[in-house]
Each structure stands twice: as structure tokens, then as C-alpha cells.
């Protein structure tokens, strides 16, 4: 069943379908829009030969000049220089203000493209067709569009909306475990913050999940584009509400940071983050043990690590400091009182969150 979603931005509006086969529907679907006949369509090499041909044939047959544009896979294409090969291949390819830049990829993909097509000509049509779980429910969703800068992730971007994202759960059985189970712990933060019965409902179909069942992951995916949305729509630049969607971040950066990037997929990262999130809320009495015990028992299920490796804490606690939120140097700890709830804490004191490091250390003491 495909089911659309329209984010609701006045001029800025789009829909988002989610459905099997929905890719070889962009053809007709940008045709619909309006556009000019030119596009160009950038994925990695890996996600062009997998995914590739039914997205440029639908193209083609509905009549558009396609132009296909290559760029390294993963974190590697969020640099300048791909940016700058990607402008001048679309000026080689004669792309207008009237144009059209796809995104077929992953997150790292879509957040180039969608900058490409954020500053070529100052702004052109932009489609997302994202193929990895994180992309699906989350990095295509909202308009944050950007590169990073050698010295710090994500820095250089701008806000740009798509004018149509297309997501196909199929394209999922391709993902690597590790790719697929990083991109499930976004999921599960929806549910944590926004929807306790979309919670409940992951709960109990986790065999489902796990082993991709197409149906069980149409619906799931279709539930978190709709949770992303409705933040997005309340709060397109990110003043207050967008911060929700940070959940499990503020510690799951640190962890990426004082590891290298290198220990953990990103997910991986934030599942340890939303299980300290979740600790660091009892701890101060804002959420009570079952909530606590629900989100570790899921991401668990999951297979997805809820238990810290030895580390330095004191360097954990200096990298949430850095952290890009901060206001004032006030780090925001979104916490859920409750599933389906969330709230922002300025005041957390160091020993609570040097507490729960401690007791999700294995090997470490406490509970
Ligand atoms: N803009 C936003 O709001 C937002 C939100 C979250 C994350 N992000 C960004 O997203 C990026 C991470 O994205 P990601 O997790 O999707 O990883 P990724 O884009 O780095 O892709 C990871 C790998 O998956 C491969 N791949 C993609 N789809 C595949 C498929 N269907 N089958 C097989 N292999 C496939 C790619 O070739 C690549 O090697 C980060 O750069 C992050 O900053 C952006
Ligand atoms: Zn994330």
C-alpha cells in the first residue's frame, strides 16, 4: 500500500509517498510538478548499479534529459570538492533555474545533492529518493542540506526543501545488517518522543522488523516520515520543537567524537545515547524505571548496543560540552518523561551524566 504525506510548509509543501516500487514512479511523478526537462541524478557508484536503472528509465520515459553524476559513497561525498565537480558537471549539462538535482542514496548523498541544488543558479528543484533506512525516515525529510568542513561535520549548509521525496522500502533488502540496524535506531527515537503507540507497535513486531518484512517495514517507515514531518512542519529552521529529534544525540555525538567516528555506526552510537537519555531521566526523576526498561528492551531486540565499552568519561563530558546545540554554553538534554513525550533540560548536572556512564560501562559498577 503506498501512502503519502504531505509536509506542510505553504509554498514550500511536498509529499512524501512511501510505497514498494514507488521509484519507478519519478518520471511521471516530476513531470507533474511542472519542471523543466533537464535533470541531473547523483548517486555513488554502488547505489547507481543496484537502484539506478529503474529511476533513470522512469526518467527518460517520461521525457526528461537525464544527466547522471557520480560521487564517492558514504561521508566522503559531503566534501567541497565533490560539491564543486557536481556544479560543474551541471553547468556541462546545461541544468536552469528550471532543472531538477536527484538525490538517489543515503544520507551522505542526499545532504550534497540537496546543497548542490540549494546553491547552483541560487536554488534549483531538488527530489530526494533515499535508499538507506536513515535517509528513509529521517535525513531526507526537513531540508537540511550541507557538506562537512575538515574540521567539524555538517558545517557548511543551507536549508533547502525538496519538492518531493520517494521512498521505497524495497530498496532496504539491500542494506548491509549493520547499515539497516543503525538506520532503526532513528525509528525507535520517533516513537520514544512522539508516538508511544508507534513505540508499541515496533514492540511487537520486532521479528518482523529484523527480518525485513516489506509490509511490517512499509508501515513503520510510513509512521516515521509522518512523526518527522509534523516536527518539520512546526519548526522548519529549528528553533525549539526540531531539538526532539535530537534525543539520544547529545551523548551519541560525544560517544562518535571520543571514538573517531570509527567504533560505531552512527545509530549505534545514538541507541547507547538514548539508553543513557533514558537512564539520565530516572536519575532525575523525570521518567519512571518502565520507560526506561522499554527503550533498552527494544533497542536490545534490535540488536543494537545499549552497554558503553571502557572509556573516558571526563573526555564524553567534554565533548557534549562542545556540543553544537549548546546555548550559552548550556548543553539542551531532550528527555522523555513518558513514551510519546519528550522535554528539554538545560540543567543537567555533570555527576548524573558521569553516573550513567558509569553504570552502562561494562564491567563497570552499579546496575
Ligand atoms: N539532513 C539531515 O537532516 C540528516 C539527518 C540525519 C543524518 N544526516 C546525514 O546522513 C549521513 C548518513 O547517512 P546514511 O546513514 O544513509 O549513510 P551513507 O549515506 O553514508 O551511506 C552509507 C552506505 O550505504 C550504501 N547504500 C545506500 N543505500 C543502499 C542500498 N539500498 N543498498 C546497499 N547499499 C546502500 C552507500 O553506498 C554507502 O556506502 C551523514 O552524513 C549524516 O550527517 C542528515
Ligand atoms: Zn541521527
Known amino acids: 500500500m503506498t501512502h503519502e504525506i504531505t509536509v506542510h510548509l505553504g509554498p514550500r509543501s511536498y509529499p512524501i509517498v512511501v510505497g514498494v516500487g514507488v521509484l519507478a514512479s519519478v518520471g511521471a511523478r516530476l513531470r507533474a510538478l511542472d519542471v523543466g526537462s533537464r535533470v541531473a541524478l547523483v548517486a555513488d557508484p554502488a547505489v547507481r548499479r543496484l537502484h539506478g536503472a529503474r529511476v533513470a528509465d522512469s ?25 564543486e565537480r557536481c556544479w560543474d558537471a551541471l553547468l556541462g549539462a546545461g541544468i536552469d533555474r528550471t532543472s531538477t538535482v536527484l538525490a538517489l542514496g543515503g544520507g ?45 561535520k555538517n558545517l557548511i549548509g543551507a536549508f533547502h526543501q525538496p ?80 531539538a526532539v529529534l535530537n534525543y539520544g544525540h547529545t551523548i551519541g555525538h560525544a560517544l562518535e567524537a571520543v571514538t573517531g567516528y570509527a567504533r560505531w555506526a552512527h545509530g549505534e552510537a545514538v541507541s547507547v545515547g538514548m539508553v543513557a537519555a533514558a537512564r539520565l531521566a530516572h536519575r532525575l526523576g523525570v521518567a519512571g524505571a518502565e ?10 531486540a534490535l540488536g543494537l548496543p545499549v ?39 538545560f540543567d543537567v548536572p555533570a555527576d548524573a551524566v558521569l553516573g550513567v556512564l558509569a553504570e552502562l560501562t561494562t564491567g563497570g559498577n552499579a546496575a
Not at 61 to 83: C, D
Open 163 to 242: 519538492r518531493l521525496v520517494l521512498v521505497d522500502p524495497g530498496v532496504v533488502a539491500t542494506l548491509s545488517d549493520r547499515e539497516f540496524r543503525s538506520g532503526l535506531a532513528e525509528v525507535v527515537k520517533h516513537g520514544i518522543v512522539a508516538d508511544e503507540a508507534y513505540f508499541a507497535d515496533i514492540e511487537r513486531h520486532v521479528g518482523e522488523v529484523l527480518a525485513r518484512d516489506v509490509p511490517t517495514l512499509e508501515r513503520l517507515i510510513a509512521g516515521s516520515c509522518r512523526i518527522k514531518a509534523s516536527v518539520v512542519e512546526r519548526d522548519e529552521q529549528e528553533a525549539e520543537l526540531r
Open 291 to 300: 520507560t526506561v526498561k522499554r527503550q533498552e528492551h527494544l533497542l536490545e
Open 59 to 83: 526518467l527518460r520515459a517520461a521525457g526528461f534529459t537525464l544527466s547522471e553524476i557520480s560521487v564517492p559513497e558514504g561521508e566522503s561525498a559531503k566534501a567541497l570538492a565533490v560539491a
Open 108 to 152: 551522505a548523498v542526499g545532504d550534497l545533492a540537496g546543497f548542490v541544488a540549494a546553491t547552483y543558479m541560487r536554488g534549483i528543484n531538488f527530489v530526494q529518493l533515499p535508499t538507506t533506512m536513515l535517509a528513509q525516515v529521517d535525513a531526507s525529510i526537513g531540508g537540511k542540506t550541507g557538506i562537512d568542513h575538515p574540521r567539524a
Open 307 to 345: 552497554r558503553l565499552p571502557p572509556l573516558d568519561h571526563a573526555a564524553i563530558l567534554a565533548a557534549i560540552g562542545r556540543d553544537k546545540k549548546s546555548r550559552d554554553g548550556k548543553v539542551p538534554f531532550v528527555l522523555a518523561p513518558r513514551l510519546g513525550q519528550f522535554r528539554l533540560v
